[in-house]
């Protein structure tokens, strides 16, 4: 029994794993505190288009995942030797990029923003335009936070993302309180980032420090479209619910959905951090030409065994769980919280299944997975009768996805075995 105990002690993914769970559940803790004060502050109707603003947010993410997963890709291969000047020159040229592309962003927004607020009932141009700084964030802070997982300093990395909560927190409370309501709870994320992306600097002075070693970027090519793609199509499906759910109900309705979403959700941030420890130990593991597949079945159990005991809380307390955490107000919606959950527990599966995969580079195209969004949303648009069959559409749609990620990652290693 020791020896196993040592054992783990010593496994890398493990101890990877542990730091960045329970420090990013700090920071999905912060993150849940940050939802929990806004829907105590906030009546339901304005609950509910604050819940609409944060699935923007959560789009907003696609590129903030994607870019940490591809910095992190390129900086685990370099890490074995410790190339800290080629790490500075892909750290610069990304910011750079990242820049000019969250400035197009912004831009291309400003029409999204405007059918929206048309689209959308409550929910204003200049509320829509406010969330869309996010995107100058999302865009610059991740290739920091993709340094520090690709050198698996996962430590500072979780720290990275518990000062972007305090900050938040800190400063949506004060300025909700203040009187900006909306405006204040989106104000907060905006300084949260700022804050963080200047203390993570820090964090990476010896790669700032180099001497800069220019290095070929033609490669990186190859594995930024799968990468990118995947996790777009990954964040979409997890936010599109909400926002379905603000189109065909009333906004009280929409605000206490919000909330099941919030709680299913748990599992999916939750048991992110098992991805993130998994990636650059899979991907230098590839790229060292090792075994891979002990550090994804362990992850897949790690992942199996926390969504297990969430859904089992659920399943025996879903009213319990609600009225301690958000008022007995959002009660009324227990019956499908299980549901939610499963839906979210698929997603997280899926995630992992998909991360692995380009970890090994098994995936080179991933436009097929964006069948699974028009799925999702046309399941949502003809299931909507009542917040359980919405909910079931939901769940669906996530199971198909789950199915596929698994038949995509067998097909590959099927198609390697027979080369």
């Known amino acids: 029994m020791f020896g196993k105990i040592k054992e783990l002690r010593g496994d890398e993914l493990v101890r990877g794993s542990i730091v960045l769970f329970i420090m990013m559940n700090i920071f999905n803790f912060l993150n849940y505190v940050y939802q929990f004060i806004m829907a105590r502050f906030l009546v339901p109707v304005d609950y509910g288009l604050f819940a609409v603003l944060i699935a923007v947010v959560y789009v907003f993410t696609v590129p903030n995942e994607a870019i940490q997963t591809l910095v992190s890709k390129i900086t685990s291969a370099l890490n074995p030797k410790q190339e800290f000047g080629k790490m500075k020159f892909i750290f610069y040229k990304t910011i750079k990029k990242c820049l000019k592309t969250a400035a197009i962003c912004f831009v291309l927004f400003i029409p999204i923003a405007v059918f929206l607020s048309y689209f959308l009932p409550g929910v204003t141009f200049y509320s829509l335009m406010f969330t869309g700084l996010v995107l100058f964030g999302v865009f610059t802070l991740p290739v920091i936070r993709g340094v520090l997982q690709g050198r698996k300093k996962f430590k500072k990395l979780g720290w990275s993302m518990i000062f972007e909560g305090v900050f938040k927190l800190i400063f949506a409370i004060v300025m909700v309180l203040v009187g900006f309501r909306i405006y204040g709870a989106i104000g907060g994320v905006i300084i949260g980032i700022i804050f963080s992306f200047v203390i993570s600097l820090l964090y990476i002075k010896e790669v700032l420090k180099a001497k800069e070693e220019k290095t070929s970027t033609e490669h990186i090519h190859a594995y930024s479209t799968p990468i990118i793609f995947s996790i777009f199509v990954i964040m979409v499906m997890l936010s599109l619910d909400v926002i379905f759910v603000k189109r065909f109900f009333s906004p009280e309705i929409a605000g206490k959905y919000a909330v099941i979403s919030l709680l299913g959700k748990i599992i999916f ?134 199915l596929y990620s698994i038949f995509l990652l067998r097909k590959k290693k099927e198609n390697k075995e027979t080369k």
């Open 269 to 402: 941030f939750g048991t992110s951090a098992i991805g993130k420890a998994m990636f650059p130990l899979a991907s230098e593991g590839s790229e060292s030409g090792n075994d891979t597949s002990r550090v994804f079945r362990r992850s897949l159990k790690m992942v199996a065994g926390l969504s297990g005991i969430v859904l089992l809380i659920y399943l025996v307390f879903p009213k319990l769980v609600i009225s301690v955490l958000f008022g007995s107000i959002y009660s009324s919606s227990s019956s499908i919280l299980l549901v939610v959950a499963l839906a979210f527990t698929c997603l997280s599966f899926s995630n992992l299944i998909l991360l692995y995969a380009l970890s090994v580079n098994k995936i080179k195209r991933a436009y097929s997975l964006g069948i699974f969004i028009i799925i999702e949303i046309l399941l949502l648009v003809f299931f909507n009768s009542s917040l359980m069959q919405f909910s079931l559409a939901f769940l669906a749609s996530n199971f198909l996805m789950l």
